[in-house]
């Protein structure tokens, strides 16, 4: 079956080796040959406008589906964030296409059922996210929360949870962060697109410290 293109991430990678150019990568929800739920990642080709999916497999966790994963430079490097309580950094092997973990950090008990939607913007010293949790209603009802990270990935801030619009699914893959603004993006319904521009000081103040 083909990627769930809904719920997929493009992320630049700044290679590191001169004789690369820069990348721009996916990563999204797909059917795995084992017809179980899960992740893959590849290069996003610009010329044709085409995506490469690679499967993605990883061994520290037993599970039978897998979402929610999101890119993020840690360390000046890409990594995966895989869960987030507990904070679970992981980095993908390119040639096995293998999830690695390479660290865990405990998070505040508040994060227990957040799941990842954007992935993480550097801004200055710190890395910004878009996360969301679920209420298991009917229909379910998708609220959002905004976390902020320093650049060793501790906690630095967090928001309540909130919501865009009154609709009860929406869903945030985008996030840039500047220093009079913040723009996100989002869908309703798994149907439209919307951004939304916010003013940073306002923001701020939503923030809690950790």
Do not use: A
């Amino acid at each position: 079956m083909p990627i769930d293109y809904s719920n997929t991430l493009i992320y630049k990678i700044t290679c590191k080796d001169v004789n690369v150019e820069d990348r721009l990568v996916f990563i999204g929800t797909e059917y795995h040959k084992n017809n179980k739920i899960g992740i893959s990642w590849g290069d996003y080709k610009i010329v044709n406008n085409s995506l490469e999916p690679k499967e993605i497999t990883q061994d520290f966790v037993n599970s039978d589906c897998e979402k929610n994963w999101v890119f993020c430079n840690y360390k000046e490097e890409t990594h995966i964030i895989y869960s987030w309580s507990p904070l679970r950094i992981c980095k993908i092997d390119e040639n096995t296409s293998k999830l690695n973990l390479v660290e865990t950090k405990k998070l505040p008990k508040y994060f227990k059922n957040v799941r990842g939607s954007s992935s993480g913007f550097t801004y200055e010293n710190e890395i910004w996210f878009i996360c969301h949790i679920v209420s298991y209603e009917t229909p379910r009802h998708y609220y959002n929360i905004i976390s902020v990270f320093d650049e060793n990935m501790d906690l630095l801030r967090y928001s309540f949870p909130f919501k865009f619009s009154d609709q009860c699914i929406e869903y945030s893959l985008g996030l840039i962060v500047e220093d009079t603004q913040i723009i996100m993006t989002y869908s309703e319904l798994d149907k439209s697109s919307k951004i939304g521009i916010f003013d940073k000081s306002y923001i701020d103040k939503l923030l809690i410290c950790n």
